[in-house]
């Protein structure tokens, strides 16, 4: 079956410019990860959903960010008036159940911003 | 608070001989422990996870990877690489109770003939 996938791929972005990076999770995936991934660095955990409830948003970094996953399935992370600090690789991940301990995970988008 | 400490930012190392990514960790409760492998401009795909039970874990490509609890250690290991097991290599931990992961900085593995 598909995987988690992630759109755009690539996105660049003029400093102060809205970005929306959407991420759909493999089917029936009750459970959804943000992860920030700077340049040589590990994924940063940035927010988690449980259906469509967002459990923890505790690693979002300013109030800038925001996501949502409003039907428990595709999900949306929004950067408002996006800054060059913001440049990253923006990591989704899903996972079947509630406690689950393998999380799957999509390909990024990579956002630059100018 | 966890943490993850990987300590090599990069092994280089001829085809065929043998590897060790180390890694160590820090928490205050039980924990659950994973490697994960990036392939450039991919995502991360799961090599290995400890759970429970025994305490040597065979993964997928021929690595495999020992718990040492005393020592707070998660080293991964291959015997013999192939120039195709050059990638970015991720030691993380979750809490049993807990669902984030919490990821080192990586160790890029270049194997070269």
């Known amino acids: 079956g598909a995987g988690v996938s992630q759109s755009p791929r690539y996105k660049v972005a003029k400093r102060g410019q809205d970005v929306a990076l959407r991420c759909d999770p493999i089917?029936?995936?009750?459970?959804l990860f943000w992860y920030q991934q700077a340049l040589g660095q590990g994924p940063e955990f940035l927010t988690y959903?449980?259906?469509?409830?967002?459990?923890?948003k505790s690693g979002l970094p300013s109030d800038r960010f925001f996501a949502e996953r409003p039907e428990g399935s595709v999900s949306t992370l929004k950067i408002q008036r996006t800054q060059q600090e913001d440049s990253a690789v923006y990591l989704c991940?899903?996972?079947?159940?509630?406690?689950?301990?393998?999380?799957?995970f999509g390909p990024g988008t990579r956002l630059t911003v100018l | 608070a966890q943490s993850v400490t990987q300590l090599d930012s990069q092994v280089p190392v001829f085809e065929e001989a043998p590897v060790e990514l180390r890694c160590n960790y820090s928490?205050?409760?039980?924990?659950?422990l994973f490697w994960y492998v990036q392939y450039p401009n991919q995502g991360l795909q799961l090599l290995l996870k400890?759970?429970?039970?025994?305490?040597l874990v065979k993964g997928i490509n021929g690595f495999e990877a020992e718990f040492n609890k005393s020592q707070t250690s998660f080293h991964l290991r291959k015997p013999s690489v192939h120039i195709s097991d050059t990638a970015e290599y991720f030691c993380?931990?979750?809490?049993?109770?807990?669902?984030?992961?919490?990821f080192g900085k990586g160790t890029m593995l270049l194997v070269s003939p």
């Open positions: 400890y759970l429970s039970g025994s305490t």
């Open positions: 959903f449980q259906n469509e409830a967002q459990l923890d």
């Open positions: 928490s205050s409760v039980s924990v659950y």
């Open positions: 991940a899903s996972s079947g159940r509630t406690g689950d301990n393998e999380q799957f």
């Open positions: 993380a931990v979750k809490d049993s109770g807990y669902s984030t992961l919490t």
């Open positions: 089917s029936g995936h009750v459970s």
